[in-house]
């Protein structure tokens, strides 16, 4: 089994380096010990096809999955996109986050699939926890957009305003709230300034920071990732095992069309 590739994109280190910025965690060693652990067991699995080694990234896996999403909703909280500083300081620490999560997902599904082929075609057991990243990145995206539910900062307002753009298309798309007509509707009567008694409408150009735009963007990101994972996890039914994990992962690195 040729999985050289997929051990090189699995080495811990970084993500492990990356996540010690959160050592005010005092429930960080348990998180690295589950990934370190995990890691290490698809490595003795690769070199040995003991299956055992499956059975226990199985277990594992499923054991660290709550630790994760805990770490990732702890970190979108400390998350201020207003703080430039603290923003570049913080994404570093939440990209780890989502890449080891993610992987983690991606290895319990190549044990779970490996083990058990009949499975490839049933509804993956971590869906729905997968559907919980996502609508924890996609709460935090819609703050960012619509800082307190306010446009007078908005980026998502700042890109409704641009010309021939469709910035505000894609936001509008994760951000889940506004991109249907009615959705317009009610996003213009929020950014409205004028009076309910007025016959016009008035919007007034926000001042939104880049901060948030590349916060925004970010998020988005890492949305389209976890929306690629659980897409690659919803059907498979015909798939060489030998390569499913290595196409997993390298499919995480684009997003979806």
Not at 106 to 114: C, D, I, Y
Not at 141 to 166: H, I, M, W, Y
Not at 170 to 199: K, P, T
Request: with cysteine; proline share 4%; aromatic share 8%.
């Amino acid at each position: 089994m040729n999985v050289q590739n997929t051990t090189l994109n699995l080495d811990p280190t970084p993500i492990v380096e990356a996540l010690r910025a959160q050592a005010d965690d005092d429930r960080l060693d348990t998180l690295l010990d589950g990934y370190q652990t995990l890691v290490l067991h698809y490595g003795d699995y690769c070199e040995t096809n003991d299956p055992h080694y499956l059975r226990d990234i199985s277990l594992e896996a499923k054991k660290s999955v709550s630790r994760f999403a805990g770490a990732l909703q702890r970190q979108l909280d400390v998350i201020d996109p207003s703080n430039w500083f603290q923003l570049e300081e913080r994404i570093k620490p939440l990209d780890a986050i989502c890449d080891a999560y993610i992987k983690l997902f991606a290895l319990h599904f190549f044990a779970k699939t490996t083990l058990h082929p009949q499975t490839k075609s049933n509804a993956y057991s971590l869906q729905p926890q997968i559907r919980e990243a996502i609508e924890m990145l996609r709460r935090k995206l819609q703050d960012t957009l619509l800082p307190g539910g306010n446009t007078q900062d908005s980026v998502l307002l700042e890109a409704f305003l641009l010309k021939d753009s469709n910035r505000f298309e894609h936001y509008a798309h994760y951000d889940g709230r506004y991109c249907s007509i009615q959705g317009v509707q009610r996003f213009v009567q929020l950014a409205n300034c004028n009076s309910e008694y007025r016959s016009s409408i008035l919007i007034e150009k926000p001042h939104a920071g880049r901060e948030h735009r590349k916060f925004a963007d970010k998020l988005i990101q890492l949305i389209e990732k976890f929306e690629t994972l659980s897409q690659v996890t919803s059907f498979i039914e015909t798939v060489d095992e030998e390569r499913m994990l290595p196409d997993l992962l390298a499919d995480l690195s684009r997003p979806l069309k």
